[in-house]
């Protein structure tokens, strides 16, 4: 039987990260609302002890979601821990995630703390969490650099004192998928307990490896995928969860896993982020990026008109997006054939040997035909007859 793998999304948390975004309340609640309806299992909604604003955000956001645990990120600091209890008292599903840096690097120069205070502060701040939060997440920040015995015992600590997911951040982008996959197979074989949590991927896309690394972590053991819609994050950006639900479910065979995202609402959220993040969708992303059904070439279009799976994996509808043929100067006949009847000409395979070299001398100078191009041609065509 197949297993669940749930998506926990932090848009609005790693996801306002990125430079120059900073949503309003508005934005907050649309984003919220939608990543809901596209079938998230949880939502980092912020970071209450950053600001006035982070926690006045997430304590809306959890009167608001309907089905999504509401999430406010924490240091393991008093504080913190605090006002992400005191801003999700009000959601559905309250959670916390509390997070604390292991690797060596972060160790030495960041915390300036040895391996103990941090075992001593994972047990001490998990067991004051649990007094008022039931659902905490861990993570051992960089976690990919950290030391696989302490990384071990750092988690074990954690679900010793009541965390009930565990979260393994790739948090600068570095591991390969071998490596990434090799970190949950080294949990799974040491950690006591392991199946009486939740284990997430988080995975940063610094060497373009963030989807791949959540796919391993899956392939792995992980049972949630951490990720933002259209892979914002700090610096190159998270793991984009539109493209990951989109590889488990064209690649189910591989993974042979369930989720509950409503692949249709792909491209309804992904447009909301897009707006709200004033950061269009770059045209050949992967899922949502206006090129990613679109099929130029002469080749390409004629395969696809005679079956559109020569050149598509995904049909685009299932992820809310339409299929295009844009017309320049590498097409064919057949979709200039195909363009004109869509826009009323009765056009036959005999018409295209006068109007197809009309079009390629007209095409060799322009970017991308327009309608408008297309019924200048069909004028000097029949000007011609
Ligand atoms: O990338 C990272 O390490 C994080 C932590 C806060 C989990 O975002
Ligand atoms: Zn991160």
């Known amino acids: 039987m197949a297993s669940k793998v749930t998506f926990y999304d932090t848009t609005m948390r790693d996801g306002e990260q990125t430079i120059g975004v900073n949503f309003s309340?508005?934005?907050?609640?649309?984003?919220?609302?939608?990543?809901?309806?596209?079938?998230?299992?949880?939502?980092?909604?912020?970071?209450?002890?950053?600001?006035?604003?982070?926690?006045?955000?997430?304590?809306?956001?959890?009167?608001?979601?309907?089905?999504?645990?509401?999430?406010?990120?924490?240091?393991?600091?008093?504080?913190?821990?605090?006002?992400?209890?005191?801003?999700?008292?009000?959601?559905?599903?309250?959670?916390?995630?509390?997070?604390?840096?292991?690797?060596?690097?972060?160790?030495?120069?960041?915390?300036?703390?040895?391996?103990?205070?941090?075992?001593?502060?994972?047990?001490?701040?998990?067991?004051f969490t649990k007094q008022h939060i039931q659902d905490i997440v861990f993570s051992p920040e960089d976690a990919t650099r950290t030391e696989p015995d302490f990384l071990v015992a750092s988690v074990q600590t954690a679900i010793d004192a009541g965390a009930t997911m565990i979260n393994i951040p790739d948090t600068v982008g570095y591991d390969t998928p071998e490596e990434y996959g090799e970190v949950f197979e080294n949990l799974r074989q040491n950690i006591i307990g392991f199946d009486t949590v939740g284990w997430s991927t988080h995975t940063h896309n610094d060497l373009g490896m963030a989807t791949a690394n959540a796919l391993a972590g899956i392939a792995h053991g992980a049972t949630e995928i951490q990720g933002t819609i259209n892979g914002i994050g700090e610096r190159a950006g998270n793991v984009d969860?539109?493209?990951?639900?989109?590889?488990?479910?064209?690649?189910?065979?591989?993974?042979?896993?369930?989720?509950?995202?409503?692949?249709?609402?792909?491209?309804?959220?992904?447009?909301?982020?897009?707006?709200?993040?004033?950061?269009?969708?770059?045209?050949?992303?992967?899922?949502?990026?206006?090129?990613?059904?679109?099929?130029?070439?002469?080749?390409?279009?004629?395969?696809?008109?005679?079956?559109?799976?020569?050149?598509?994996?995904?049909?685009?509808e299932m992820v809310g997006a339409t299929a295009s043929l844009p017309l320049g100067k590498l097409s064919g006949s057949h979709a200039v054939m195909s363009k004109l009847n869509s826009l009323g000409y009765e056009v036959m395979r005999e018409d295209m040997k006068a109007i197809f070299p009309i079009f390629k001398s007209v095409a060799e100078e322009s970017d991308l035909i327009t309608d408008d191009q297309l019924k200048v041609i069909m004028q000097v065509v029949e000007e011609k007859e």
């Open 25 to 127: 309340i508005e934005e907050k609640i649309e984003i919220a609302k939608g990543l809901d309806d596209y079938g998230v299992a949880a939502i980092e909604a912020g970071f209450p002890a950053a600001s006035h604003k982070d926690f006045e955000e997430v304590k809306r956001i959890a009167e608001v979601v309907d089905n999504a645990k509401v999430v406010g990120l924490a240091r393991m600091v008093r504080n913190d821990i605090n006002a992400v209890i005191e801003a999700t008292k009000d959601a559905k599903h309250p959670m916390i995630h509390v997070f604390i840096a292991t690797s060596p690097i972060h160790r030495e120069f960041k915390l300036h703390m040895t391996k103990e205070e941090i075992l001593d502060k994972i047990k001490a701040d998990v067991t």
């Open 241 to 316: 969860m539109i493209e990951a639900a989109a590889a488990i479910h064209v690649r189910h065979e591989n993974f042979n896993v369930e989720t509950d995202i409503v692949l249709a609402q792909s491209k309804a959220i992904s447009d909301i982020v897009a707006r709200a993040t004033r950061m269009p969708v770059a045209g050949n992303k992967p899922i949502m990026g206006r090129n990613a059904f679109a099929h130029e070439s002469g080749i390409h279009q004629d395969g696809y008109l005679k079956n559109p799976e020569t050149y598509e994996i995904l049909k685009p």
